[in-house]
């Protein structure tokens, strides 16, 4: 399985930007999908996550500002970020829960997308 991310950049604050991570390969499911981010010498945090039956999880440093959402059909987990702010700076990467054809579930990470908030 392999995750291609899109949507990262720089943007002032206030703005908005919109994360996607498809997922392509001989998948037969997915689950949880997710985005993480990470900034330098700290561990990496959850963001926000989604169930397959859609069910949200959001950290509370962005509930209210970012909004989870998938697309089933065609294999993608999407993050709108709205009034970002400088602390949101940071990589951010998607983790998908999947089974292949002929597999077992297990997780797979994005290669990450930067978004950096400055003025």
């Known amino acids: 399985v392999q995750l291609q991310a899109f949507g990262g950049g720089l943007v002032q604050p206030g703005g908005s930007l919109r994360l996607s991570c498809a997922a392509s390969g001989s998948i037969f499911s997915i689950g949880r999908m997710a985005w993480y981010r990470q900034t330098p010498g700290k561990q990496r945090e959850l963001v926000a996550s989604?169930?397959?039956?859609?069910?949200?999880n959001y950290a509370d440093a962005v509930k209210g500002r970012f909004t989870i959402s998938r697309d089933n059909a065609k294999n993608t987990v999407y993050l709108q970020m709205n009034s970002l702010k400088p602390e949101d700076t940071a990589v951010y990467y998607c983790?998908?829960?999947?089974?292949?054809?002929?597999?077992?579930?297990?997780?797979?990470w994005g290669q990450g997308t930067q978004v950096t908030v400055s003025s």
């Open positions: 983790n998908v829960w999947a089974r292949t054809v002929g597999g077992g579930m297990q997780d797979y």
């Open positions: 989604i169930t397959a039956a859609g069910s949200t």
